[in-house]
Each structure stands twice: as C-alpha cells, then as structure tokens.
C-alpha cells in the first residue's frame, strides 16, 4: 500500500466491509423472523432452508476459492456485492409476496416460490463467502505487504466491524419485525438496495489507491500455474495445457483443492480453527432453546437478548486482547495460550450440565453463563491467531482456494452441531451435545498443538529459571559422574 495515503483506502473499506457484514447479519436472522411469520406452526422448512443453505456452502465453496484465485481482484468483489444484494432484494420481495397473499395462493406456487427462496439463500451465502475470503485473506493481506503489525492490526478491526454487526444487526431487524413484519421485509431489501450505491463505487476507490491491489492478479497466477505445469510436463505445449485446464471437471477441482488444503504448511491451524464451529456452547439457537425450557431460573427472552450482548462485548474484546499478545509472544504461542484458555473455561460449563447443578443451583448457574461468557474471548482470540498465520503461510495464488475449503469444512462442522440437536433434541438431553462440543474443543487443541511443536520444536516455552535449574542439574550430574569414574 501506498505509505503516503494509508487512511483514506483502509477507511473506504472498512465502511464497505461494515455493508457487507450487516446486511449479511441482518437478512440471515430476518429470513428466520421471516419464515417463522409465514409458517407459525412448523419449523420444517426453516430446517430445510438452512439445511441447503449450508449444503450449498459446503459444497461449492471450493468452485468460488478457484474463481476467486484466477480473476482480477475488482471484478471478484463487485460480482460478489451484486450477488449478495440481487438475492436479498429478490427474496425479500418474495417473501413480502407470501407474507400478502398466502391464504389465496394455490399450494403449488407457494411451494414454487419456497424453492426461488432457497435458492437465492444458496446464492447470498456464496456471495457472502465470496466477498469474506476475498477480502479477509486477500485484500488484507496485499495491502498490509511486509508490515506484520499492520496486518494484525486490520485482521483486528474487521473481525470487529463482523462481531459489531453481529451484535446490531439482528436485534435493529428483531425490533422493526416485532412492530410490522412487512416493513422489516421492505426496509431489509431497501437497505441493500442503498447499499450496493455505497460499496460498489468503494471497493474501486479502495483498488486505484493501492497499487498493490490494482495489480491483474489473474495474469500472475496464470504465469505461476503454467511455470508449474511446463515443470512438470516440460514437453507439454502452452495451447496443449491451456486445453487440458479448460476440461477440468468440477470434481476435479474440488479433488484438487481438497488436496492442496490438506498438504499445506497452514492445514493444521485452519482444521483446529473449523473444529471450533462443532459446538452449541455459545449464544447460539440451540443453547437459547435450552435455557429457555429450564424450568429454574426461568429466564425471558429478554434476560437471553442480555447474556448474548455481555458474550458479544466479550468477543469484542478479544479484538483488542488478541493482537497485543501476538505482538508481545507471536501468534503461534499466543494461539495455545487462547485455546488453552477456551477449553479450561468450558470445561466446568459441561461439567454443571452433566452434575444437573444448572437446575439445581443459583450460583452453579451463575458459573455456567460467566463460562460461556468468557470462553468466547478465547475463541475470538484464537481465531485471529489462526487467520493471521493462515494469511503468512498461503501463496498469493492459492488463498482464495484454500479458505473456500476452509469455509466449507466450517459449514460442515456447524451442520454437524445441529445435527447433534436433532438426534438429541429435549432439553433434559442437551449434556450430550455439550459433551460433544467440548471434546471437539479438545481435539482442536490436540491439533493445534501438532503444529506448534512441528512449527516450533517444543509445546511449552519454559521459563528461564527453570532452563537454569536443568543447567545446573544437569552440569552437577556431569560432574559427579566424572568424579565416580
């Protein structure tokens, strides 16, 4: 980036960026608000519409990494702001078209206009992975450079941007639909509607002021694959390989993506990080459902909405935590610090679940929430950990492939914690997901600690003063064996 006019391009993205972040939020809490208002006495096809959501996301992910990787960075990011505000446009224009006329719509174009829903969900949900992996592990990255700092520093500010509009923009959603439904519809679409005339004009402001970024990536990455395959198949000519690459097959890209994820210096951190979304100890739906049905403390939506906040502020301020230690002791120490720090304050929450001291006792309860509350600025903290040696350790070629197999294995994890809730789905049965949630906390740990003492050579950093005591024991040991010979 240009060290004469830094300000002025990160500020037109962080204002972009905070677009994007909110109007993802808002739409995929609103669609629930939504559904639940069209179908009031079923959560079938609220299931069904996350369910192919997150199946979309998994699936074809790894087709938006290659695409992220071969084309120019600003038609990359457009084509996923278009997408992102073309679907929620649409689907809230669908949405308002039921909320109207449901009771008069045949059956069959009720149905027909759920199937347009789910498939515009597919699409914002790639969209939105689209614009995350290309800003988060691109963008970022080039316009940071050499200066390590500096890239903290953004990885800091827009993991705050995404943890503030998670926080804001389903409860300014929740408020608008408790006093008229139509209206959150129509002011949802309204709002990405003024939106795209904000971030579109941005992101190209935020290129032509860093040269870094105005470079045509498609063109270096073209040049790196053909040096690759010349080297491979060195009399293999350019029309002949430019033929073969044209005849991939989709499963060959995802095989091939899947590979190159899996050998990467950075698979171990990424694959600890996905680990972490196997889980329902968090503010999430499924714990809200919980803690809902106790029968003591009985607690109000409201009391929850207050909880959710104190969790967010603490997520919050692990943005500000996490960066500091890296800086003071690096990212990979400070990794195993954070996750340790997860999986000991989550330890005793499941722990009360399984002794039944949540039902049974104030203070067991009080203890359980404070649990909850603080893991998560371990989990925060370790997540920029995490991104910060992902974006060191992948090739400028490859990120866009590598975190869209990423954002599928996320996907796929987060799935399998609902799935958890549906094969045990009484609250009386909830330890058992809690279980589940922390041992996959655990075995995060376990891997991120492969890689620490691959990367390292050691687990634990030990204290001078104990290096010094095993000096001197080991040197009196010498001694006296040299003594007794």
């Given at each position: 980036?240009?060290?004469s006019?830094p300000a ?5 993205l962080?204002?972009s960026?905070f677009?994007s972040?909110?109007n993802?939020?808002?739409f995929?809490?609103?669609?629930v608000?939504?559904l ?7 959560l079938?096809p ?8 997150a199946?979309a996301a ?9 695409f992220?990787d071969?084309k ?11 997408g992102q505000?073309?679907?929620v446009i649409?689907?809230c224009?669908?949405?308002a ?6 009771s ?5 174009l009720?149905i027909l206009t759920?199937?347009?829903?789910v498939?515009?969900?597919c699409l914002e949900?790639l969209?939105?992975?689209m ?6 592990r ?10 390590q ?8 500010q ?15 959603i929740?408020?608008v639909h408790?006093?008229s439904?139509?209206?959150?519809i129509?002011s ?5 509607a ?5 971030e579109?004009p ?9 040269p870094?970024?105005?470079r ?18 060195p009399?293999?000519?350019t029309d002949?390989a430019?033929?073969?690459q ?5 499963f060959?890209?995802v095989?091939?993506s899947i590979q ?7 698979f171990?951190p990424s694959?600890?990080l996905?680990l ?8 999430s ?5 919980f803690?809902?049905?106790l029968?003591?403390p009985?607690l109000?939506?409201a ?5 959710r906040t ?6 919050i301020?692990?943005?500000?935590i996490?960066?500091r230690?890296?800086?003071r002791?690096?990212?990979i120490?400070a990794?195993?610090?954070f996750l340790?720090w ?10 009360i679940?399984?002794t039944d001291?949540?039902?049974?006792s ?8 404070l649990a909850?509350?603080?893991s998560r600025i371990?989990?925060w ?6 991104q910060f040696?992902i974006q ?7 990120r866009g ?7 599928s294995?996320?996907?796929l ?6 799935a958890m809730t549906i094969v045990f789905?009484r609250p009386n ?12 906390i655990?075995?995060?740990a376990a891997?991120y ?5 691959d990367?390292?050579?050691?687990l634990?950093h030990?204290?001078?003063c104990?290096k010094g005591?095993?000096c001197?024991?080991?040197h009196?040991?010498?001694l006296?064996?040299?003594e007794?010979s």
């Amino acid at each position: 980036m240009d060290p004469s006019t830094p300000a002025l391009p990160t500020s037109l993205l962080y204002i972009s960026h905070f677009l994007s972040m909110w109007n993802a939020r808002s739409f995929e809490f609103g669609a629930v608000l939504f559904l639940a208002t069209i179908y009031p006495n079923t959560l079938l096809p609220m299931s069904v519409y996350a369910l192919l959501r997150a199946l979309a996301a998994i699936t074809l992910s790894p087709s938006i990494g290659h695409f992220i990787d071969t084309k120019n960075r600003l038609p990359v990011i457009r084509l996923s702001i278009m997408g992102q505000r073309a679907a929620v446009i649409i689907s809230c224009a669908l949405f308002a078209l039921i909320v109207q006329f449901k009771s008069s719509m045949a059956s069959f174009l009720v149905i027909l206009t759920f199937t347009a829903l789910v498939a515009l969900a597919c699409l914002e949900k790639l969209s939105s992975i689209m614009n995350t992996v290309a800003v988060e592990r691109d963008w970022l990255v080039v316009i940071a450079g050499e200066d390590q700092n500096l890239l903290r520093n953004l990885n800091a500010q827009i993991r705050r941007i995404d943890l503030f509009c998670k926080l804001l923009g389903p409860l300014a959603i929740a408020l608008v639909h408790a006093w008229s439904p139509s209206i959150a519809i129509w002011s949802t679409a309204a709002v990405n509607a003024i939106s795209v005339m904000v971030e579109y004009p941005f992101v190209a402001k935020v290129l032509r002021d860093s040269p870094s970024l105005s470079r045509p990536r498609a063109l270096d990455t073209q040049s790196s694959d053909e040096t690759i395959r010349m080297e491979s198949h060195p009399m293999l000519d350019t029309d002949q390989a430019e033929t073969q690459q044209q005849h991939v097959s989709t499963f060959s890209l995802v095989s091939n993506s899947i590979q190159s994820y899996t050998r990467s210096s950075a698979f171990l951190p990424s694959l600890a990080l996905s680990l972490l979304y196997l889980t329902v100890l968090s503010f999430s739906g499924q714990m809200t459902t919980f803690l809902l049905a106790l029968p003591q403390p009985k607690l109000t939506s409201a009391t929850i909405g207050l909880l959710r906040t104190a969790s967010t502020v603490a997520e919050i301020s692990a943005t500000f935590i996490s960066p500091r230690v890296m800086t003071r002791i690096g990212p990979i120490r400070a990794g195993i610090w954070f996750l340790s720090w997860q999986a000991l304050t989550l330890s005793p929450a499941a722990m009360i679940l399984w002794t039944d001291g949540i039902r049974d006792s104030r203070a067991a309860f009080i203890i359980f929430i404070l649990a909850i509350i603080s893991s998560r600025i371990g989990l925060w903290s370790f997540d920029l950990c995490a991104q910060f040696i992902i974006q060191e350790s992948i090739s400028a070629s490859s990120r866009g492939s590598f975190s869209a197999v990423e954002a599928s294995l996320q996907n796929l994890f987060e799935l399998c914690a609902f799935a958890m809730t549906i094969v045990f789905p009484r609250p009386n049965q909830f330890r058992y997901p809690a279980l589940a949630s922390l041992v996959a906390i655990y075995c995060s740990a376990a891997v991120y600690a492969a890689f620490v003492r691959d990367r390292r050579g050691h687990l634990l950093h030990m204290p001078s003063c104990i290096k010094g005591a095993r000096c001197h024991d080991r040197h009196a040991y010498n001694l006296i064996s040299a003594e007794t010979s």
